[in-house]
Every structure is written in C-alpha cells, then in structure tokens.
C-alpha cells in the first residue's frame, strides 16, 4: 500500500506546474506563448519555426531557457519575469488538496523549473501559501534545469534533506529519474496511464492520493 511506502519520509517535494493545479486548466499555455514570442525576438525566426524551437529546446535541454543560454547567451533574469507575466485568474484555491498537503508530517517544499516568485503567485492563486517551508526556483539551481543531475544536487544541498527520506511529485517522468537514483519515493502526477522502472507511484488526483498517506 502507498501508505507504507511513506512512513519513512520527512521532506516532502513538490513540482508545480501542472503538479500542483490539474493541466485542463492550461495555465502554461500562457507562457508558452510568451516564450515563443521571446524565441521570435531572439532568433529573428518565424512564429512556426520559434514555437518549434521553443519545444525543441525543452525536450533536449529541460527547459526552453537552459537552450536560450546554450545557444544565444538569452540572460535568464529578464527572461524569467517576462514568460511569468501571465493571467493567473484561471486559477482556483483548492481546499482539500491544502488539507491533504497541510496533514503531511515534515518539511514541504516546492521546486519548480520555473523562477520562485513565480512559484509563489501560484500557490497563492492556489490558497496553498503558507503551507511550504521553502519555495526553490530554477535560480536556486544556478538554472541549471531538472532533470539534469546539478540542479537537484544544487537544490537539495541548499535544502538539506536527506533524499532516502524524501519523496518527489512530479507530472514530467524525465524529472523522477534522478530522484529515483537518490532513493527518493517518486509519484508521477498525471492524467495518462503510466508504467516506468523509476516510478514508484502514479495518481491522476494528487489531494486523494495524499489524503491517503
């Protein structure tokens, strides 16, 4: 049972997008558009070809911001607080996933490949302030990216737990991969159907499965 596999645990690490709100709600599509705008300014290149780009340097580097800086020197600050500048109104507080999260014995904390203030005016948005002890941001990872190893090295050093006695949620199975290796518990956050060797646990309802720890 899940409820086994997490006595042990006392730090507690959560994703953000689409971790902590359902994906139906789209949020980042709203920052995907804007970091798409951002690859059209950079590059000089068309709608099509940047989006295109955009998706391509996620997929190869982790984030679209770890390819802007590999190969056209993007500064990430500027970059970071112009792709976050979006609508967060289509957000909802949600009252039993601050309950479950709330009921969690440890520490709790965020770590998002987005930038930390970022992270805030979501859980905000969410009615999940005051819940987490710390809020990391892909600055805290000197933006290097999850999954590449450094960023979690970085983050978890900064933060101080033990990863034998720590859990990750996470909707992108690239970034359990490393958690895993560290003897972290992982849970795979998503809707799709899901079976990988360094998933432990996979739930489409984070404030159930929680609640039932």
Same mark, same amino acid.
């Given at each position: =049972?899940?409820?086994?596999?997490?006595?042990?645990?006392?730090?507690?690490?959560?994703?953000?997008?689409?971790?902590?709100?359902?994906? $139906? %709600?789209?949020?980042?599509?709203?920052?995907?558009?804007? =970091?798409?705008?951002?690859?059209?300014?950079?590059?000089?290149?068309?709608?099509? &070809?940047?989006?295109?780009?955009?998706?391509?340097?996620?997929? &190869?580097?982790?984030?679209?911001?770890?390819?802007?800086?590999?190969?056209?020197? %993007?500064?990430?600050?500027?970059?970071?607080?112009?792709?976050?500048?979006?609508?967060?109104?289509?957000?909802?507080?949600?009252?039993?996933?601050?309950?479950?999260?709330?009921?969690?014995?440890?520490?709790?904390?965020?770590?998002?490949?987005?930038?930390?203030?970022?992270? $805030? $005016?979501?859980? &905000?948005?969410?009615?999940?302030?005051?819940?987490?002890?710390?809020?990391?941001?892909?600055?805290?990872?000197?933006?290097?990216?999850?999954?590449?190893?450094?960023?979690?090295?970085?983050?978890?050093?900064?933060?101080?737990?033990?990863?034998?006695?720590?859990? =990750?949620?996470?909707?992108?199975?690239?970034?359990?991969? %490393?958690?895993?290796?560290?003897?972290?518990?992982?849970?795979?956050?998503?809707? &799709?159907?899901?079976?990988?060797?360094?998933?432990?646990?996979?739930?489409?309802?984070?404030?159930?499965?929680?609640?039932?720890?």
């Amino acid at each position: =049972m899940a409820k086994q596999d997490f006595q042990h645990v006392d730090t507690w690490v959560f994703d953000l997008d689409n971790t902590l709100y359902h994906p $139906r %709600v789209r949020l980042f599509d709203q920052i995907d558009a804007k =970091m798409t705008d951002f690859v059209m300014r950079v590059t000089g290149a068309a709608r099509e &070809e940047s989006d295109r780009l955009r998706h391509s340097y996620w997929q &190869e580097y982790g984030t679209t911001l770890a390819g802007l800086m590999a190969h056209h020197q %993007v500064d990430p600050v500027p970059y970071l607080v112009e792709v976050h500048d979006i609508d967060f109104s289509v957000l909802e507080p949600d009252p039993a996933l601050r309950r479950a999260i709330e009921a969690l014995k440890g520490r709790r904390i965020v770590y998002t490949n987005g930038s930390a203030p970022y992270a $805030r $005016r979501v859980l &905000e948005a969410r009615g999940l302030e005051g819940l987490f002890d710390a809020v990391y941001g892909v600055e805290d990872a000197d933006y290097h990216p999850k999954p590449r190893p450094e960023a979690f090295e970085k983050v978890f050093r900064k933060d101080g737990l033990n990863p034998s006695r720590a859990a =990750m949620f996470e909707d992108d199975v690239r970034n359990l991969k %490393v958690p895993h290796a560290l003897g972290m518990k992982t849970v795979l956050v998503t809707p &799709e159907a899901a079976a990988f060797d360094h998933v432990h646990h996979h739930t489409d309802d984070l404030a159930g499965f929680l609640s039932r720890l």
